[in-house]
């Protein structure tokens, strides 16, 4: 009858522990990410992206007007002492000064506009929504428990290629 018993809870640990031995021997299956290079891909091709590059050479032309009108300024305000014309010269001062005034005033607010759009596009909710439901489909459909960001570099000390799905993720995304 021992013996019965003890074939019996042999029997019974052995059902019981063998979900619990095969669950312990699965393997973690991970990957990584570079979402600089996502980030970079999704906006290359961006309205927005394009509406910043276009307002930045916008703003770059209004400068670069204005400085070549500033040097024609000083040329002439050279000619005037050349010539000894002080009143002119004098009045060509003023105007260099109002100009060089107006060209930083207007560089700084534009450079603020620009860092303020910037900012907004990289903060897009739109697109970290995005990146994050495809990340979830890929993790899903090919069994990865965990993807992690190469830029949280501190995390991730080594990595093998073969783990990297960045190139996966840009073409989901469709870019």
């Known amino acids: ?48 992206v394009r509406n910043y590059e276009s307002k930045k050479a916008e703003f770059q032309d209004e400068i670069d007007k204005q400085t070549a009108a500033l040097k024609e300024l000083q040329q002439k305000k050279l000619e005037y002492e050349k010539n000894g014309d002080a009143a002119s010269a004098l009045r060509t001062e003023s105007e260099i000064t109002k100009k060089s005034d107006f060209l930083n005033e207007y560089a700084n607010a534009k450079n603020v506009e620009l860092e303020t759009l910037k900012n907004s596009l990289q903060r897009s909710d739109a697109f970290y929504q995005k990146l994050y439901e495809t990340l979830a489909r890929i993790a899903e459909s090919e069994g990865y428990s965990m993807i992690l960001s190469l830029q949280q570099a501190n995390a991730v000390l080594w990595y093998s290629p073969s783990v990297d799905i960045t190139d996966k993720v840009i073409s989901e995304l469709g870019l």
Not at 17 to 37: C, E, G, M, Y
């Open 1 to 48: 009858m021992l013996k019965q018993v003890l074939v019996g809870t042999f029997f019974l640990l052995l059902v019981f522990l063998s979900p619990a031995v095969l669950a312990a021997q699965q393997i973690t299956k991970f990957a990584v990410v570079d979402t600089n290079r996502v980030y970079q891909a999704y906006f290359r091709n961006s309205a927005s």
